[in-house]
């Protein structure tokens, strides 16, 4: 285990390091530098001063350069400020991680009961599994933003229940949960699939076995079977998807805070890539790219806690 | 059963994006012509399902929305597979250093979330490699280099999985054996063997390539207008949400379907593969 752990994080290290690189270049590669939206912005500004500014800010060096200034700086614990919002970098980003890491625990919570439930159910229940195929096919399908636009049509415009979008600052803790209702319900809606799909073939698999019979045979009450024996070994292939699907989570949340204005990571990214605040986007992108594999890793933990024979 | 659904389901989406031009003349309406006047109207003879926010037919849209939708999902597939077969085939033939290359790479991107790598990769200037800005042919090249550059991955693993077993197999020693190149060994007797699986991969690209091309465009980075895809046709529905719900409905109800089709074509794959029908 130690050495899984020690391993992936070297690994996660090299993976953000390449991805830098190459989101800086994707960035030299966009349309426009802060200073054309500076002048832009300011008629009074004239091309002596822009070139002076982009010599101060050294945006005249070469893109490598810029970079390695950029990692340096990074690596000493100095991270930048925010173009867009005129503030360091990270008193952006913190705010932004937690709300996303709300909206993302919630949804997850959401998406593996509702999907593990309608599995199990399907593969128990004769004529049950319909269901479990139905709703993962419709979860599978559905753009997330649409879902979205359908539940602010629905919830917040036809019957204004709950609100179109926000967080509802200052309003208390109830006020906030009224906010997350419908991207929680958005984001786990559409990560349903996997874990409905996969916990219903593996409880077949598993409710098909000698020790299935034994244990029914034995008397054991039918939810004892179910959920004593035979789910726990299903959980494995199950704890696999969402080691898989913590990247569709995070994309996910790109979508959903979008729609729903809420000021996390992913609508972060979106904003700066959109703002021309390259640093906050670098790093906003680098954030999300470590919390989604440490979740990753999180989840290959676990599955090695619930079956110890993958260590060997 | 699912397989005949599916297809029927895309088949259907295929039918409308070509009669897209017959439906415009026969309609006499002009799908890319702003009509002021005619903004957000409701359901008529003459607009069978409205207008949209610049008055122009939304039936009409969506069609040609097929087009652009349906061919980067097309686009995309054939890309993803290609190269990903390629990628597959290449590792589990070569193996050693080549294999792991390949599949740390194919990790790593499995690994990172894709949304936010899309849009910057989306947000990148086109014009700087020679390319013209704002025209749809190239936004749509754009879209399929760059989901093709995140989709292949997928078909590599199938695919290398796929082929690991087939080459131990005694047909391979005895085509080897019998004086066929490796090339040869690889294309006519590895790759007719593994179509199954590569066909569901393929399969799902292209649902995947649909899902991700609109939520590109709906997020402003994909397609962009006048040019109509079903996912640009849902970018401002912030503001129909109370002007006209029901123009945000069409757009979406037509991804759903073409996406619910690759995935049931897939999922009809795989189970015939497995013998289940």
Known sequence: MLRLVAGRLVQIGVVLAILSALVWLAMGLMPGDPLDLAMAADPRLTAEDAARLRALLGLDRPLAERYLAWAAAVLRGEFGFSRLYAVPATEVLWPALRSTLVLLGWALLLSAGIGIGLGVIGAVRRGAGWLADGVALLAQSIPGFWLGILLIILFAVELGWLPAGGMGEGGGLGEAARFLVLPVATLAFVNIAAYARHSLSAMREEMAQPYVRTARMKGLPPRQVVWGHAFPNAAIPVVTVAALDAGSLVSGALVTETIFARPGMGKLIYDSIMGNDYNLALLALLLAALVTMLATLAADCVQRLIDPRLAH | ?277
């Open chain 2, 1 to 277: 059963m699912r397989l005949w659904l599916g297809l029927a389901l895309l088949g259907a989406l295929g039918l409308g994006a070509v009669a897209a031009g017959w439906a415009q003349a026969w309609m006499g309406a002009d799908p890319f012509a702003p009509d002021l006047m005619a903004r957000y109207g409701a359901a008529s003879a003459a607009h069978p399902l409205g207008t949209d926010e610049l008055g122009r037919d939304l039936l009409l849209r969506l069609l040609h929305g097929a087009r652009v939708s349906l061919a980067v999902g097309l686009a995309v597939a054939l890309g993803a597979t290609g190269l990903g077969t390629a990628a597959g085939l290449l590792a589990a033939w070569r193996g050693g250093w080549v294999d792991s290359v390949l599949m740390r790479v194919a990790d790593g991107l499995l690994a990172l979330p894709a949304l936010p790598l899309l849009v910057v990769l989306a947000a990148v200037d086109t014009g700087r490699f020679g390319l013209p800005r704002g025209e749809a042919a190239s936004d749509i090249l754009r879209i399929v280099v760059i989901l093709v550059a995140f989709g292949w991955v997928g078909t590599a693993r199938l695919a290398r999985a796929a082929a690991l077993t087939q080459l131990t197999l005694d047909y391979v020693a005895a085509a080897r054996v019998s004086g066929a190149s490796e090339g040869r060994v690889l294309v006519r007797h590895v790759l007719p063997n593994i179509a199954g699986p590569v066909g569901v991969a393929a399969a799902l690209a292209v649902a995947g390539a649909v899902l991700a091309e609109s939520t590109l465009s709906f997020l402003g980075l994909g397609i962009q207008p006048p040019a109509p895809s079903w996912g640009n046709m849902l970018s401002n529905a912030q503001e129909m949400v109370f002007s006209a719900p029901m123009q945000a409905v069409w757009p979406g109800v037509c991804i759903l379907l073409a996406v619910a089709g690759a995935t049931l074509v897939a999922d009809g794959l795989r189970r015939r593969g497995q013998g289940l029908g």
